[in-house]
């Protein structure tokens, strides 16, 4: 059963991490998974006008970090220690970016989520990323 839901993510993006938390919507309720949009602005883009390779890794790893709270609570300090990016075809223009984001693991101390970034409308994933996280030790 998820710790936070959807609006409780949102709300702790919005409070701990302000300078991005416009930047994605929460499509999907918490279940050792989540869905994340991002609506691209131009900040997002490279030149020729498609999303940058460092955006859309952005969007991978804010998912599986928000996929880890949900579950574990509001630990700000869980960070990324591994993650592995293929990019796959360039995204669809103006579309928005939905990252399908599920938990491989979730233990005590690391947890390892798989995502799949799609240009909204399409099947075909533009990237597919694996993150591991370290979780702070309780208190």
């Known amino acids: 059963m998820p710790t936070m839901d959807a609006a409780d993510l949102a709300a702790f993006l919005a409070s701990d991490f302000p300078q991005v938390s416009d930047d994605y ?48 609570g509001p630990q700000a300090l869980a960070v990324t220690t591994s993650a592995s990016f293929d990019f796959m075809r360039k995204p669809a223009a103006g ?25 909204e409308g399409d099947e075909a994933p533009v990237a597919r990323a694996s993150l591991t996280y370290s979780i702070p030790p309780s208190r």
């Open 95 to 119: 579309a928005d970016l939905i990252c399908e984001c599920r938990l491989l693991k979730l233990g005590r101390v690391l947890a390892v989520g798989d995502c799949l970034i799609r240009s």
């Open 25 to 72: 919507v929460i499509d999907g309720p918490p279940d050792m998974g989540l869905r994340v949009r991002l609506k691209p602005a131009e900040r997002h883009l490279r030149p020729g006008g498609t999303v940058s390779g460092p955006t859309m890794f952005a969007l991978a790893d804010v998912s599986v970090y928000l996929a880890i709270l949900a579950e574990i």
